[in-house]
């Protein structure tokens, strides 16, 4: 099964900018769905943005034009760059994968998470 790591994460001030990394354990061209979620204190995980290998691309209201998501199929790697970053954006993120549509719908992998804490 494959293994996903993240890091990037850390203490930023509003308006400012990070840049999240998922590494892989294996090839990431042929898993089918791969994204991130988030979870702050006290409230549920939720959905920022999916990435499929076929292209298509999909993020939250709450992120989107403001964080960017992409693949480096070379390096086995998922970015999430995030710019003008708010309070609110307070959350520990997670990276997931599904190798099918299905594992992705019934039965994602995920990371162990990074903690993005934006606060002045």
């Known amino acids: 099964q494959v293994q996903l790591v993240e890091s990037g994460g850390g203490l930023v001030q509003p308006g400012g900018s990070l840049r999240l990394s998922c590494a892989a354990s294996?090839?990431?061209?042929?898993?089918?769905?791969m994204g991130w979620y988030r979870q702050a204190p006290g409230k549920e995980r939720e959905w920022v943005v999916t990435?499929?290998?076929?292209?298509?691309?999909d993020y939250a209201a709450s992120v989107k034009g403001r964080f960017t998501i992409s693949r480096d199929n070379a390096r086995n790697t998922l970015y999430l760059q995030m710019v003008n970053l708010k309070p609110e954006d307070t959350a520990v993120y997670f990276c997931?994968?599904?190798?099918?549509?299905?594992?992705?719908?019934?039965?994602?992998?995920w990371g162990q998470g990074t903690q993005v804490t934006v606060s002045s």
């Open positions: 997931s994968a599904g190798k099918t549509s299905a594992d992705w719908s019934l039965n994602k992998i």
């Open positions: 294996e090839s990431i061209f042929s898993i089918a769905v």
């Open positions: 990435s499929t290998n076929g292209g298509f691309i």
